[in-house]
């Protein structure tokens, strides 16, 4: 069955560490992006990317950084940089067209700062 | 900055009757707009995409969307209380660098009352 998998579902993660969240698509799908989800609140776009090893900030950045060196594949990385990580995050997949296709999400990965 | 408002709720409906959920839209370019469900914990899920004026139809679900006046409708008839969830509304945008970017709004919060 084709769709998007994150890992791992939780992660806790020390002051100071960096963790990777992973996520990987079999759609076919150009697009990639990643959100972070605060209880309460909507969906922000932290990065994203149309194609293999080109990817945009969106409008968190800050804290965060990418790679797309395979287009099934777009980790993210939470680095020490970010003050507050403790979020839900969940990676989209979308193709592209003129009028846009709805995304596909992942099952999210819970990340806790301990 | 492209915003997508939505009442927050939470809206609490009786089993059978109809809820709507509503959302308006502040980019006139926007060309595709979608409702997901969300359930507490877990990714959105995609429900209904609309991308004319009028009225869309699914089962229960009927998106209703007025580019005149920037606004977008979900109606659920017949309430279940396996529909009490939260709805994001998104809209799409397409320019050049930012290709297929979806904008979220925070969502309502629905309540289905058995």
């Known amino acids: 069955d084709g769709g998007i998998t994150q890992s791992p579902k939780y992660l806790f993660r020390k002051e100071g560490q960096n963790v990777t969240l992973s996520c990987e698509q079999n759609?076919?799908?150009?697009?990639m992006y990643w959100y972070r989800q605060d209880p309460g609140q909507g969906l922000r776009l932290i990065y994203y990317?149309?194609?293999?090893?080109?990817?945009q900030k969106g409008d968190i950045a800050e804290g965060y950084s990418v790679s797309r060196e395979k287009k099934e594949s777009f980790p993210l990385t939470v680095t020490s940089a970010q003050k507050n990580p403790t979020a839900f995050y969940l990676c989209?997949?979308?193709?592209?067209?003129?009028?846009?296709?709805?995304?596909?999400f992942g099952s999210g990965t819970r990340l806790t700062v301990v | 900055q492209k915003e997508v408002e939505q009442n927050s709720g939470p809206l609490s409906v009786p089993e059978g009757a109809i809820a709507s959920l509503n959302c308006t839209y502040s980019?006139?370019?926007?060309?595709?707009f979608f409702w997901y469900r969300q359930y507490s914990g877990k990714s959105p899920e995609l429900i209904m995409f609309?991308?004319?004026?009028g009225d869309k139809e699914d089962g229960r679900f009927t998106a209703q969307l007025n580019k005149a006046s920037q606004y977008v409708s979900l109606l659920i008839r017949d309430s279940q209380p396996s529909d009490s969830a939260t709805y994001l509304c998104?809209?799409?945008?397409?320019?050049?660098?930012?290709?297929?970017?979806?904008?979220f709004g925070t969502g309502t919060s629905l309540t289905v009352i058995p």
């Open positions: 759609l076919n799908h150009d697009a």
């Open positions: 998104a809209v799409t945008s397409l320019t050049s660098n930012t290709g297929n970017q979806f904008y």
């Open positions: 980019d006139r370019g926007s060309q595709s």
């Open positions: 989209a997949s979308s193709g592209l067209g003129a009028r846009g296709y709805g995304y596909t």
């Open positions: 990317s149309q194609i293999v090893n080109d990817f």
């Open positions: 609309i991308y004319s004026n």
